[in-house]
């Protein structure tokens, strides 16, 4: 055949494969995503589009990856007869003690929702921007005697990153147990020789993944967003911080950069330690060190830890917002980075305002992802018109994900308001169910909305219509984000 007839047949031939394979992705996403909206999404763009969505798809579809997590439930299940042999959670009595109090009752899903239960007689302090909380961090760490277990999403090798290198190093140097895991994919850029230092100095280091396998590399989905440090089983870290300079608000366009951590004491630090140790055997097939004081101070408030991720029996972390927004009477503050809520998270609020609540959203002013900031303005203008009160905060990047219930529960975490938290990521959360912290976190809030911005109902009609189009199309293909 002459080279001139051959080579249209050939890109005939391609064509028709690209198609073919893009009604079989499309057929298989309706099989496995998740959510309706997510299956339509992908389904459509696979379809009509496979040149453009079939690559993507195998990176970040497959939501409903089987396989991955069965294997997770049963790794899960290995972990916990493992940790059974140990004679762990010896603060049952805690926990019945903290079950029957009235501010707990409010959310009456939350016994069943999360694995773990509330307890009483913890200490949480609000660690408010990077400065603090890394702080107090690297003070608690310096102070480390025996086991120090340490996890983040991302880790760079700046000078932050160095820093706490340094100290890990010297801890480690010191004969303390140090444990570290970060995530595959949100540390992608974190060099080889930074944790191969660590390895060579005592550390023990893993990197999270989704599975083994040539197409499974390329997965993007099931990423481990949580942020922990747990010092000698006797405090513990968690919130919205990463390691790396710009959460200290060092690295313009963003900076200053807003977050927010907390420091906890007491009975609730062995459930980071458990939420921990699942990470930590599903890489390594291992236990760590799992340390508790041998008595706990009196007094306190009540805390639960709510470990969320894709291989829970149901979707816990967008239970959790429903839930807690559905028990509102008075109040629903919330602040996330990211505004992508689902039909069930939108109804909440609707409904709550509807109830007479004082719905809030505060979002950053300044986008980080580009096409999210548009789908976030979009579903933020449409909450405007359902009567939330939506702030944009000016000052820098906001990053903190705090909600505010009433006048007593507060969750501070790692989750934001999108599908990514609630279907596809490993999240950490901590409910505290007390009046004083409340209050607190009101106060912190306060001074948010007084440097945001609030939106209102003309803003739309300032938007270019381009700008609208673009907004209406991010909006499209959320479900995927």
């Given at each position: 055949?002459?080279?001139?007839?051959?080579?249209?047949?050939?890109?005939?031939?391609?064509?028709?494969?690209?198609?073919?394979?893009?009604?079989?992705?499309?057929?298989?996403?309706?099989?496995?995503?998740?959510?309706?909206?997510?299956?339509?999404?992908?389904?459509?763009?696979?379809?009509?589009?496979?040149?453009?969505?079939?690559?993507?798809?195998?990176?970040?579809?497959?939501?409903?990856?089987?396989?991955?997590?069965?294997?997770?439930?049963?790794?899960?299940?290995?972990?916990?007869?493992?940790?059974?042999?140990?004679?762990?959670?010896?603060?049952?009595?805690?926990?019945?003690?903290?079950?029957?109090?009235?501010?707990?009752?409010?959310?009456?899903?939350?016994?069943?929702?999360?694995?773990?239960?509330?307890?009483?007689?913890?200490?949480?302090?609000?660690?408010?921007?990077?400065?603090?909380?890394?702080?107090?961090?690297?003070?608690?760490?310096?102070?480390?005697?025996?086991?120090?277990?340490?996890?983040?999403?991302?880790?760079?090798?700046?000078?932050?990153?160095?820093?706490?290198?340094?100290?890990?190093?010297?801890?480690?140097?010191?004969?303390?147990?140090?444990?570290?895991?970060?995530?595959?994919?949100?540390?992608?850029?974190?060099?080889?020789?930074?944790?191969?230092?660590?390895?060579?100095?005592?550390?023990?280091?893993?990197?999270?993944?989704?599975?083994?396998?040539?197409?499974?590399?390329?997965?993007?989905?099931?990423?481990?967003?949580?942020?922990?440090?747990?010092?000698?089983?006797?405090?513990?870290?968690?919130?919205?911080?990463?390691?790396?300079?710009?959460?200290?608000?060092?690295?313009?366009?963003?900076?200053?950069?807003?977050?927010?951590?907390?420091?906890?004491?007491?009975?609730?630090?062995?459930?980071?330690?458990?939420?921990?140790?699942?990470?930590?055997?599903?890489?390594?097939?291992?236990?760590?060190?799992?340390?508790?004081?041998?008595?706990?101070?009196?007094?306190?408030?009540?805390?639960?830890?709510?470990?969320?991720?894709?291989?829970?029996?149901?979707?816990?972390?967008?239970?959790?917002?429903?839930?807690?927004?559905?028990?509102?009477?008075?109040?629903?503050?919330?602040?996330?980075?990211y505004f992508i809520p689902d039909e069930a998270l939108f109804s909440a609020m609707r409904l709550a305002v509807?109830?007479?609540?004082?719905?809030?959203?505060?979002?950053?002013?300044?986008?980080?992802?580009?096409?999210?900031?548009?789908?976030?303005?979009?579903?933020?203008?449409?909450?405007?018109?359902?009567?939330?009160?939506?702030?944009?905060?000016?000052?820098?990047?906001?990053?903190?994900?705090?909600?505010?219930?009433?006048?007593?529960?507060?969750?501070?975490?790692?989750?934001?308001?999108?599908?990514?938290?609630?279907?596809?990521?490993?999240?950490?959360?901590?409910?505290?169910?007390?009046?004083?912290?409340?209050?607190?976190?009101?106060?912190?809030?306060?001074?948010?909305?007084?440097?945001?911005?609030?939106?209102?109902?003309?803003?739309?009609?300032?938007?270019?219509?381009?700008?609208?189009?673009?907004?209406?199309?991010?909006?499209?293909?959320?479900?995927?984000?």
């Open positions: 055949m002459p080279l001139d007839f051959a080579i249209p047949n050939l890109f005939a031939y391609l064509i028709a494969a690209i198609h073919l394979l893009g009604v079989f992705a499309a057929v298989h996403a309706v099989l496995t995503v998740r959510t309706a909206q997510g299956a339509l999404a992908w389904a459509l763009s696979l379809f009509f589009m496979p040149y453009l969505t079939l690559l993507p798809y195998l990176v970040f579809g497959r939501s409903r990856f089987d396989a991955y997590i069965k294997a997770r439930r049963r790794a899960d299940q290995q972990m916990h007869k493992a940790m059974a042999a140990l004679n762990w959670r010896p603060w049952v009595d805690e926990a019945l003690s903290a079950s029957a109090a009235p501010v707990y009752q409010q959310l009456r899903a939350l016994p069943r929702l999360g694995r773990m239960p509330c307890l009483a007689n913890n200490q949480v302090q609000l660690l408010i921007d990077g400065e603090a909380a890394f702080a107090a961090i690297l003070a608690a760490l310096a102070g480390a005697r025996k086991v120090i277990l340490l996890q983040f999403f991302i880790v760079r090798d700046d000078l932050l990153g160095r820093r706490l290198q340094d100290l890990l190093l010297e801890r480690a140097a010191a004969g303390v147990q140090v444990f570290v895991l970060y995530d595959g994919i949100g540390s992608h850029a974190l060099p080889r020789y930074f944790s191969d230092k660590m390895r060579a100095g005592g550390i023990q280091v893993r990197a999270f993944t989704t599975s083994s396998g040539l197409l499974n590399r390329f997965q993007l989905n099931f990423r481990n967003h949580r942020k922990i440090v747990v010092v000698d089983g006797e405090c513990a870290f968690l919130g919205g911080l990463n390691v790396g300079d710009e959460y200290l608000g060092h690295k313009p366009p963003l900076a200053p950069w807003r977050d927010t951590h907390v420091e906890v004491r007491g009975p609730v630090v062995a459930c980071l330690q458990e939420s921990f140790a699942e990470d930590w055997f599903w890489s390594s097939h291992q236990l760590p060190p799992l340390l508790l004081p041998e008595a706990y101070p009196g007094g306190g408030m009540l805390c639960q830890v709510i470990s969320s991720g894709p291989a829970d029996p149901q979707e816990t972390c967008a239970l959790l917002f429903v839930e807690a927004i559905h028990s509102a009477r008075e109040r629903v503050w919330i602040t996330s980075p509807l109830r007479g609540v004082d719905v809030r959203i505060l979002l950053p002013a300044r986008a980080d992802h580009r096409v999210v900031y548009a789908a976030s303005s979009l579903y933020a203008f449409e909450a405007l018109r359902a009567g939330v009160r939506v702030f944009r905060y000016q000052p820098g990047f906001l990053h903190q994900k705090v909600m505010l219930i009433d006048n007593s529960v507060t969750a501070i975490g790692s989750a934001n308001l999108d599908n990514r938290s609630f279907r596809l990521n490993f999240e950490i959360s901590l409910l505290t169910f007390d009046s004083d912290f409340a209050a607190e976190a009101e106060q912190m809030l306060e001074q948010d909305f007084a440097r945001s911005r609030e939106l209102l109902a003309a803003d739309y009609q300032n938007v270019h219509r381009l700008q609208q189009l673009a907004m209406r199309v991010a909006r499209l293909i959320s479900p995927i984000l």
